[in-house]
């Protein structure tokens, strides 16, 4: 459900009220009696960070935010404290609520709103009673002097966005299969005002990506390249920066199947593209001033009887060759593709986001992504900090030459995959051959699917990468 955010003019007389506070000497401030200001301290004492207040007509909620801390845990304690009031709201039936800080700054307040907006997500799109079981909350209002339209114009962007990612990862592979994931993307074109171009079979056979089609030889359906180009005209950089998502809509492991339950959940992992599609609408719907480019291909993975198998050698892209020894190691196949493919753009930086290994989930779960570099130090420490202050967090893993020994093959450029050992970091590495730019990888497999609720973040898709590649590419004009 979209929610609209608006800017409250003046403060209400009878509304379902949120006051954002930080200390009890903030209550005498907010429009309280002295036994509402008693019991929200009693329940405070209780370790209640937000708490209820039920006036019969309405409802007020007082939420406590942090006085102490770094700046990014008092900003990810406000997007829970919003997940948490968004549940109250949602048994209590609330359809409109009119946010008052008290005493919380700018970007307290937006936070508070972003985990009340991503805490609200539902995906009813195969249920039956959805109209039955649909969160109520439909309108914020900020009453908040310091906050501009503007402000939250970006936050609605950068929501909307999340939620787009959310709901193609969650989409079934019978619905979403490679051509229409690049429809769903060349759709969102035309609300956010970037240009889409998708390459279909016989261009992507002519341009001889070797690895998308190897991967592909097992479907019944066709692959896609699909390119977003937001370029405009103030734009502040004249080499773009491009992001390159993987976009398998589904894998099965090809012939090196997948044991069933490891297959599961395996609709997800298309998660990079989606995370770097939204991600370059909702910079292009925000209209920021910076040159930016999203490739994305596509496939599902499969055992047909053409499907590649173990021992092929596949001619890639940029004229590698890579011997196979193992299919379900098939996300770098289509992204090496891809990552050739960038050099076209001659691009300041690229930044690769895939599902791409269990190593990388198995060693840091499913709370951070692992990130590695290539000739980009500088501009890693700026996407860390981002991530950081979007809670979404980078765990750095070393790109050592020592790792790319790993890959040898005795019969052609490369194999495919590594050993055991390292496998997140030997994937980077196979990547990281077909570059010749500066290059950042980013391995989501963790957090961008979860079986379990983790506060604003849903079971299912996450959404994670857009907020992060949002916020990067925005500080690249504050």
Known sequence: MNILIRKGLRKPTAANVIYLIKAGTDLKEASLNEDEVDFVRKQHRLKHKVVELNRYKNLAYVVYGDLLGTREIRL??????????????????????????????????????????????????????ASKIQNSL???????????????????????????????????????????????????????GAKVEVLHKSKIESLKMGGLL???RGSTNPPTFTIVEWKPENAINEKPYVFVGKGVVYDTGGLSLKPTNFMDTMKCDMAGGAAVAAAIHAIAQAK?????????????????????????????????????????AEGRMIL??????AKNYNPELVIDMA??????????????????????????????????????????????????????????????????????????????????????????????????????????????GVRLLFDFIQSKVQ
């Open 138 to 192: 439909s309108q914020v209002d900020v009453y908040m002097p310091d906050i501009e339209d503007a402000d939250l114009d970006y936050l609605k962007v950068q929501t909307e966005a999340v939620c787009f990612a959310r709901d193609l990862v969650n989409e079934p592979d019978s619905y979403l299969t490679a051509e229409q994931l690049s429809e769903e993307i060349r759709a969102r074109g035309e609300i956010s």
């Open 288 to 328: 920021l001033p910076v040159y930016v480019v999203a490739l994305i291909p596509a496939t599902d993975n499969r055992p047909d009887g053409n499907a590649y198998a173990p021992g092929d050698v596949v001619i890639m892209h940029d004229g590698t060759t890579v011997e196979v020894l193992n299919t379900d």
């Open 214 to 216: 190897a991967v592909n």
């Open 336 to 341: 090496a593709d891809a990552l050739s493919y």
């Open 355 to 464: 599902t791409l290994t269990g190593s990388a989930s198995r060693a840091i779960g499913t709370i951070a992504m692992v990130g590695m570099k290539s000739k980009s130090d500088q501009e890693f420490d700026l996407l860390k900090k981002s991530g950081d202050l979007v809670h979404e967090r980078i765990v750095e893993f070393p790109m050592w030459d020592e790792y790319k020994d790993m890959l040898k093959s005795e019969v052609a450029d490369l194999k495919n995959v590594g050993g055991a050992d390292a496998g997140a970091i030997t994937a980077a590495k196979f990547l990281e051959h077909f570059t010749d730019y500066p290059y950042i990888h980013l391995d989501i497999a963790g957090p961008a699917f979860i079986t379990k609720r983790d506060s604003y973040k849903p079971i299912g898709g996450t959404g994670v």
């Open 76 to 129: 990810e304690t406000w997007r829970k404290n919003g997940n948490a009031t968004q549940h109250m709201i949602k048994k209590a039936q609330i359809e409109r609520v009119v946010i008052i800080p008290i005493n919380a700054f700018k970007e307290e307040v937006l936070a508070f709103i972003e985990g009340l907006i991503l805490g609200n997500y539902q995906f009813l799109k195969y249920k039956g009673d």
